[in-house]
């Protein structure tokens, strides 16, 4: 038997998707799990993550979501990061114990150019995590409910939310426009907030309203009670964001995450690594 980790590449597609349908999740069909390789963000993909071949047989797989974004805004100026979202860490079972997880993992994350996260977490590898250089990103959230039925010009229109943010996050609405995202614009107090969230039915059938993105946090943490009252239905519902994204949580309710948020890089601020371009769109999963 010979098995190593090496980078996956377009060859590779059909066994990561096997592999991952049959061992890793049969509730995701496969051309789901496609997803993870073709989307249309990046068209140069340097590859589509890190996997262990075994005899010419895809048995284990680090996926990796590139994109480039734009961080900064006009005061301070703007930059490009390359951006990776991991997804999809699996290795089968025949090959476990003889470190080629971690070795995966490591390999995947080697640049120190890009900065890495990840969103979703299972509790078992966190240990391998910490090991290979990852440190927790997130490990708490805010929670706000619907207090009153006051409105606000909250516009939900995405012709007309292009026309009123810059450039850049154009592209981030062109981007995601094929996406289970919902974006809305706040323009108070002299800013125009743009705003993605994911919309989804979670335990005990509440509707979470999850804070994907925001141009300005700090704006969205000023005006996320009313925001709460204007865009929450009147059924069982929250508006959530990650303690990063808030800077007043007066008037939220704080909730430790089942598993933490990792991530590793030398260019970003936590709060600068959001939600988008993620295995959270790709696979249409809940944000936990």
């Known amino acids: 038997m010979n098995a190593y980790v090496r980078s996956a590449n377009e060859s590779d597609i059909e066994g990561i998707c096997d592999l991952l349908h049959r061992k890793m999740n049969s509730k995701i069909p496969p051309e789901r799990w496609r997803n993870l390789m073709t989307y249309k963000w990046l068209e140069d993909k340097p590859d589509f993550g890190q996997l262990v071949d075994c005899d010419g047989e895809v048995l284990g797989f680090c996926g990796m979501v590139y994109s480039d974004r734009v961080l900064g805004n006009a005061q301070t100026g703007y930059r490009t990061v390359r951006m990776v979202s991991m997804s999809s860490w699996y290795l089968d079972r025949s090959l476990r114990g003889m470190g080629l997880g971690r070795d995966m993992l490591a390999a995947a994350i080697a640049d120190p ?21 990852l440190r927790v990103l997130e490990d708490h959230r805010y929670v706000w409910k619907k207090q009153s039925s006051r409105s606000h010009n909250l516009v939900t229109d995405v012709t007309a939310i292009k026309d009123m943010v810059p450039t850049h996050e154009q592209v981030i609405l062109n981007d995601m426009s094929s996406q289970p995202l919902t974006p809305v614009l706040l323009p108070a107090d002299g800013c125009n907030n743009l705003l993605f969230f994911s919309i989804k039915r979670k335990a005990e059938h509440i509707t979470w309203y999850d804070l994907m993105y925001a141009t300005d946090y700090k704006h969205f943490s000023a005006h996320a009670p009313m925001i709460a009252d204007a865009l929450l239905p009147d059924i069982p519902s929250v508006l959530a964001a990650d303690g990063r994204f808030v800077s007043d949580s007066t008037d939220a309710t704080r909730a430790e995450l089942p598993v933490p948020r990792y991530f590793k890089s030398e260019r970003v601020e936590p709060y600068e690594v959001d939600h988008l371009y993620s295995e959270l769109q790709l696979l249409d999963m809940k944000l936990d």
Not at 113 to 128: D, G, H, R, V
């Open 113 to 133: 150019t890009m900065t890495y996260a990840t969103l979703t977490n299972s509790p078992k590898p966190l240990a391998i995590q910490d090991s290979v250089g």
